[in-house]
């Protein structure tokens, strides 16, 4: 189910929306392979989060920890919070140099609609990395960053 | 010979027990409906062996009930409801309260659901102090006023949630005469009974000051279809579970309740699922422990499952050529496939000569001595311990296994020996006997771990009730799993199986004796042992011998076994 | 647009906000979502959130003329599913208060479980003014915060005071 969507004339603001989607964070994912909470427990506009997926099985990134950090700023979730890898990873949508995820290579953020939320990002992100053009791509180190 | 002696003890105190009334609810359970008195196949006349198949036969047609009928029969403490009956139960209920206190059925029913649906409670505090338990519950006396504005059908009404105007036509209140409109009551029932769980069997007034309860009418007159069906199941839930004398079964699939009366600390039910366990703690059946203990030692079983891994593995190595075997009979006797070694399976010992192993020997090394308390106390968890599990698994065996002889070999057999199915009840009885007698062997090693070490007269009476029982057990177990196969290939009602059938039946009562002895003995906590040691054990060792077929102890005046006919053999000799 | 199909209670409950403001209270909708409130509160005299100056009686208008402290922003926001669902409502402005979290959450009954159809923004906002006066260290949002008003309630208050001195003073 999308948060705040509810397909009626309703339009969940900014603030309530992150409210949810920090309550749904807390308690925890599907079988835990991606999650995501608030860096800043003191920003009051809940701008910046940190992300964690872990590598699908049957891939080169599998039982790798990948770090993300997201940023929502004023106008999320009418436009798409800007996300970058934070752990080095190496597949085709991500910026070899700088990490962040290019919206032009990674259809979700590209044609991001207001009902779509940083998990889903997360999950596809996951999808990803299990293409046939990323599974078997040859990875940096574990644990080195950005 | 040590045996003798208890047995005769054990006799004795099934025939003084077997008196009063208390007995005869709780030895059912163990005897497996073998000890029912009007049944004389299983009455320990001396001349009933003698009688070949013609008077079993016609007894066995007596017997061929369902299991079902069995059930009803050993448990009269507790009833199993179906849902059917458990609605009727409840109308009953709120019909008497209705009547016993002149309210309307929707306010007896709202009264019960706020006293755990006990009739007499609620008309004892509605008797002792009326207007407080309308208060408590939210029945309010009608007020005439709302009444009127409703009838009058031309007035216009804005309702207090949406706020729209409609006519008195469309406005409806409870009792307290707080006005919304039907659209805005039934969205509200409606949001209650989806979002509240239970919870919306206590919905109130929407109004934050007011505490009327909305009853049932309302709900029926405003709530859609699916609605109303989700507000009854949970009114029968809470009949079910606020009610202190009922609860659902456990299992996962079953839909029936158990209303439990019983006394005495014995909780053991049976659900018409087949599904046993405790009425108190609802875990699985565990007589001869209590509760609390149980719960300690599950508790316990957890945390020390790390140390105890090993012992679930399901392959040891043969003491003999050492190859891995995995045990896949549920009897402790085993051969290896490979040298025809026999042993036990727990202790690892011959099986020749094998008597017990079910004492604990403390060891007496002199190391270092934290050391070895330490381990020692390990050693002495891993034992009971494994001896639980053993008798656990093979207690699940044994009901796989009945269940697999009844689906399938039952027919084969009777090709093969030319007799009705419904004759082979006795094997099942022996079946169920054995998964009984494991689930309570697997209990007392969990309740000799809990013994204390500092009364080793007790000690020494529960390991020998214990090693009896066991095995007796084992035979028993042996003679259903094993003897039985012998049969199922072979044409023509043979002499041998008529001897079978008498052994079985035989070695089904003895085994059941031992383990009605030994679980009572252990409920009231061995108290049978004075503190002075095990003198009563010991006195009566020359009176009695015990039949080499089906290990009956027999007083030595009489010649030939009480159970099975056998003669003793001892006493032939000479 | 939005706003289309907004139920006439919420129009009604809108317009009554703006006629006849409680006292200390202030709510307005947003522009682009009438579901969405912008909130000030008040802080009550006689509690540690109450403008530090002598302040007369807040003005009806919907900006804030008391610059001498205790305003406080909040937001607020009519689900779907109002009025059967409750509003969700958070402050704003930095409190320190044992019933309101880092990020302005609320714990607040009316809010939860005791929410009823026939309560308003109007009456939930009062209880959250209400709350002000009233803090509820037994039942807390804020650990840390509950603990300090429990065992040092005085030190507790001062720190309030400071809290609302420094970030609600309405500027």
């Known amino acids: 189910m999308t948060l705040g969507s509810g397909g009626s004339s309703v339009v969940v603001p900014r603030n309530f929306r992150l409210l949810e989607e920090l309550e749904r964070g807390e308690k925890g994912i599907g079988d835990g392979t991606v999650s995501y909470g608030m860096d800043d427990g003191d920003d009051i506009y809940m701008r910046s989060w940190t992300g964690t997926v872990i590598g699908p099985h049957n891939t080169v990134h599998e039982g790798r920890i990948y770090q993300l950090k997201l940023f929502c700023d004023k106008d999320y979730p009418e436009k798409p919070p800007s996300v970058r890898f934070h752990s080095r990873i190496n597949i085709t949508c991500v910026n070899h140099e700088t990490g962040v995820v290019e919206p032009k290579k990674f259809a979700l953020l590209a044609n991001w609609q207001r009902e779509y939320t940083m998990e889903d990002i997360l999950t596809q992100l996951k999808k990803e990395m299990a293409t046939p053009h990323n599974r078997k791509l040859v990875q940096p180190p574990e644990g080195t960053y950005f | ?574 | 647009m939005a706003n289309s199909n907004l139920p006439r209670r919420i129009i009604k409950e809108t317009q009554r906000l703006l006629s006849e403001p409680a006292p200390g209270i202030s709510a307005s909708p947003s522009e682009d979502n009438m579901r969405y409130f912008n909130v000030m509160i008040l802080g009550p005299t006689q509690s540690p959130y109450e403008g530090l100056g002598s302040w007369r009686s807040p003005s009806t208008s919907s900006c804030g003329v008391v610059e001498t402290g205790g305003v406080f922003k909040l937001e607020l926001f009519l689900p779907e599913e109002y009025p059967m669902a409750a509003p969700k409502v958070r402050f704003l402005t930095k409190i320190y208060h044992p019933n309101i979290d880092k990020l302005g959450r609320i714990c607040l009954d009316i809010l939860k479980d005791k929410w009823s159809p026939a309560l308003q923004i109007r009456t939930v906002l009062l209880s959250i003014q209400a709350l002000l006066s009233a803090p509820n260290p037994d039942d807390p949002l804020s650990e840390n915060i509950a603990k300090h008003w429990k065992t040092k309630e005085a030190e507790a208050v001062e720190t309030a005071k400071e809290w609302t001195r420094l970030y609600a003073s309405g500027a």
């Not at chain 2, 029969?73 to 709120?94: A, F, G, N, Y």
């Not at chain 2, 949630?161 to 409109?181: M, P, Q």
């Not at chain 2, 727990?346 to 190391?367: I, Q």
């Open chain 2, 1 to 574: 010979m040590i045996p003798s002696s208890t047995t005769s003890l054990a006799m004795d105190d099934v025939h003084r027990s077997s008196d009063s009334v208390k007995v005869e609810s709780t030895i059912n359970y163990y005897s497996d409906g073998f000890d029912d008195s009007e049944d004389p196949l299983f009455l320990s006349d001396d001349d009933f062996v003698g009688d070949d198949d013609g008077a079993a036969d016609a007894l066995l047609e007596d017997i061929k009930e369902d299991e079902i009928d069995l059930l009803k029969q050993k448990q009269q403490d507790c009833k199993i409801l179906s849902t059917t009956e458990l609605r009727q139960r409840m109308e009953q209920d709120v019909a008497q309260v209705s009547s016993v206190l002149s309210v309307s059925k929707f306010e007896a029913s709202i009264l019960l659901r706020n006293y755990n649906w006990s009739v007499s409670k609620v008309s004892d505090a509605w008797f002792t102090d009326e207007s407080a338990v309308r208060e408590k519950v939210g029945l309010l006396v009608k007020t005439v006023i709302s009444c009127g504005i409703v009838s009058n059908k031309r007035k216009i009404i804005i309702c207090g949630i949406c706020f729209e105007s409609h006519t008195s036509d469309r406005i409806r209140c409870a009792d307290c005469g707080h006005l919304y409109c039907e659209i805005c009551w039934s969205i509200y029932i409606s949001t209650s009974i989806n979002n509240d769980g239970a919870g919306c069997l206590m919905l109130r007034c929407p109004d934050p000051s007011c505490h009327a309860a909305i009853g049932q009418d309302m709900i029926d007159s405003l709530a859609s279809e699916e609605d109303r069906k989700k507000y009854s199941d949970f009114l029968l839930r809470s009949y079910v579970e606020d009610n202190r004398t009922t609860k659902w079964c456990p299992a996962p699939a079953c839909e029936y309740a158990v209303e439990f009366s019983g006394a005495d600390g014995i909780f053991d039910v049976t659900c018409r699922c087949l599904t046993s366990f405790c009425w108190n703690c609802e875990e699985e059946c565990h007589r001869p422990m209590d509760c609390e203990t149980v719960r300690k030692w599950i508790s316990k079983n957890s945390s020390e499952s790390e140390n105890v891994n090993y012992i679930l593995a399901y392959c040891k190595p043969c003491p003999n050529c050492k190859r891995p075997i995995e045990k896949n009979h549920g009897c402790m006797h085993m051969t290896c496939r490979v040298c025809r070694n026999e042993f036990c399976w727990l202790c690892l010992g011959p099986w020749k000569g094998h008597m017990n192993c079910n004492r604990y020997m403390e060891r007496t090394d002199s190391e270092d001595k934290r050391k070895k308390m330490a381990k020692e106390s390990l050693e002495k968890y891993t034992h009971y311990f494994e001896r639980w599990d053993a008798n656990r698994k093979s207690k699940l065996k044994a009901r796989a296994d009945h269940q697999r002889v009844k689906d399938e070999e039952f027919k084969k057999l009777s090709l093969s020996q030319d007799i009705p199915e419904a004759h082979f009840e006795f094997i099942s009885k022996a079946w169920l006997q054995v998964v009984e007698c494991r689930r309570a062997l697997e209990w007392s090693y969990s309740y000799g771990y809990y013994l204390p070490d500092n009364e080793p007269a007790k000690k020494q009476f529960f390991e020998y009730l214990q090693g009896e029982a066991e095995s007796t057990l084992e035979k028993l177990h042996n003679c259903v799993e094993s003897e039985l196969k012998e049969f199922l290939d072979v044409d023509g009602l043979s002499k041998k199986f008529s001897e079978f059938r008498t052994k079985l039946v035989g070695l089904t009562t003895v085994t059941g004796d031992y383990f009605e002895k030994l679980v009572r003995a252990l409920e009231n906590g061995l108290s049978d042992v004075n503190s002075h040691g095990t003198k009563g054990l010991e006195e009566e060792v020359e009176d009695c011998w015990c039949c080499d077929r089906c290990t009956y102890a027999n007083p030595s005046s009489i010649r030939s076994c009480k159970v099975c006919g056998s003669l003793n053999i001892d006493n032939v000799n000479e």
